[in-house]
């Protein structure tokens, strides 16, 4: 993924160098956009019929996090938009964006449609 967001940064900078602690979240949500959230999460997240973030796991190799599975979203009752980014989240509503990236090319969603994240597909990298 392209960005760490502002709160993640700050949450990870305070752990390691002023030792404040950092509770991890207990699960994880991808959230689609349709515009970029950028680190501030302030991005447009899509909506629409039976639109909802999806809980991901994430296994870590070698300083790289992928999804475990195949992250599937329900079958669109309506339009959600054109989809151009998505974002980790520790909440399956609200909450706290962690990581955000463009994707590799937009997808309009309309009635019908199932968005799909294969596995392996997703990662996360620190840089």
């Known amino acids: 993924m392209a960005g760490t967001s502002d709160y993640l940064e700050a949450a990870v900078l305070d752990a390691v160098l002023r030792n404040t602690s950092y509770t991890s979240p207990t699960n994880v949500f991808v959230a689609l956009y349709t515009s970029d959230p950028g680190d501030d999460n302030s991005g447009t997240e899509c909506s629409g019929t039976a639109y909802a973030r999806q809980s991901a796991a994430f296994s870590r190799t070698a300083g790289v996090g992928s999804n475990t599975s195949a992250i599937e979203y329900p079958t669109a ?16 509503s609200s909450g706290n964006l962690l990581y955000h ?9 309309t009635t019908g449609d199932i968005f799909r ?8 990298t620190m840089t």
């Open 117 to 124: 994240i294969p596995a392996a597909d997703l990662t996360v």
């Open 77 to 92: 009752g309506g339009s959600w938009g054109t989809i151009s980014h998505i974002g980790i989240l520790d909440a399956v």
């Open 101 to 109: 990236a463009a994707l590799s090319s937009s997808k309009a969603i």
